[in-house]
């Protein structure tokens, strides 16, 4: 079993943390697009990216925690 002092667990709850930011996030941009359709189209097509590219740098680091999970295992 890994201890809360691993730096590993550290480092998942710090993605998890900022994988729920990034929702949080999401769900600001969305409504800021919304807004921005009324007044300004062309603006509110890129704000989707701002947030897909973060996540999916979230999900990679999600995935090498779980590398460094299962060579510590051994």
Known sequence: MISA???AVRYR????DALRRA?????????????????APEVATWLPFAVTDQEA?????WGVLDDI???ESY
């Not at 709850?13 to 998890?16: D, E």
């Open 5 to 7: 002092e691993n730096p």
């Open 23 to 39: 929702r949080e996030l999401r769900t600001e941009l969305d409504r800021l697009e919304r807004r921005l359709q009324a007044v």
């Open 57 to 61: 740098v979230v999900h990679r680091l």
């Open 13 to 16: 709850k710090q993605v998890s």
């Open 69 to 71: 999970d299962n060579q």
